[in-house]
């Protein structure tokens, strides 16, 4: 799929990684509909969409809420009759331990994070199977493929998410729609202010935070490709394919050199 005249849903589009796609879909000449609960910051970037050449819409949505979810792919769908390519995005983090998370940061995140694209695939996929084409990218993390102190409850999401695509790549499986997985690091937006960041194991540090605007580029890829799932920055991808391999050692690795950094 070449992502020239299709049309793209983006959720989280407001900021970061959300903005950075909405932008490089423009550039590749996708028509995008863009959502998030900000309007102002919301329709800045679909400005921004339109003065590159594209054609952007910007309904403000609450992907916690069903209803607001199924009301954004209904607009898509009457403004331009069909959804080609939905980009679940939205979501936010707080990394703290377990043991003193706090129920109600746990229980928004999953609804953010999870429920969130949960709701939006079901609203739109109805519509991709009936015309046996599309493309579903869920924007998950490496904390989503391996867990991490201090970041269980942000982890639980994305490892939910990442399980929901592999289902939902297999439920799919020669009806016309491909489901991508993208996992980033650390990537240098809002999303990852310093005293969140301050928050990581130590070692997880030691991977450069990513610009957004190059995973926006893994994203539009892997919604081009259909490729199933994506790790960047490279260094990431390493690290998890050896935790694949080599679980406990993965782990007691990063415990240890975590010890020694957050000594300094």
Not at 65 to 85: Q, W, Y
Not at 226 to 244: D, S, W
């Amino acid at each position: 799929m070449n992502l020239r005249g299709r049309i793209v849903v983006i959720t989280g589009a407001s900021s970061g990684i959300g903005r950075a796609v909405s932008l490089e879909c423009a550039r590749r000449g996708a028509a995008v509909v863009l959502a998030a609960r900000r309007e102002d910051r919301l329709e800045a970037v679909a400005a921004e969409c339109r003065s590159r050449g594209g054609k952007a819409d910007s309904i403000v949505t609450d992907v916690t809420r069903r209803g607001d979810c199924e009301r954004l792919v209904a607009r898509a769908l009457e403004i331009h009759g069909r959804i080609d390519v939905l980009i679940n995005n939205a979501g936010f983090a707080i990394f703290d331990p377990i043991e003193t998370a706090r129920p109600e940061d746990l229980q928004l995140m999953m609804e953010t994070n999870y429920f969130g694209a949960v709701h939006c695939t079901q609203a739109a996929l109805p519509h991709m199977l009936a015309a046996r084409e599309g493309r579903i990218v869920n924007v998950a993390s490496i904390a989503g493929l391996m867990g991490y102190e201090r970041m269980g409850g942000y982890g639980a999401t994305k490892f939910a998410l990442v399980g929901f695509s592999e289902s939902l790549s297999d439920e799919v499986a020669g009806r016309g729609i491909r489901v991508s997985c993208v996992c980033p690091g650390t990537t240098n937006t809002e999303f990852f202010v310093k005293a969140e960041r301050d928050k990581m194991p130590g070692a997880s540090r030691l991977i450069l935070a990513v610009k957004p605007e190059r995973v926006a580029r893994v994203i539009c890829d892997a919604a081009e490709s259909g490729t199933y799932r994506r790790i960047v920055p490279f260094p990431a991808h390493l690290f998890i394919r050896f935790k694949e391999v080599a679980p406990r050692l993965a782990h007691m690795l990063m415990r240890r050199v975590s010890g020694i950094l957050e000594k300094r």
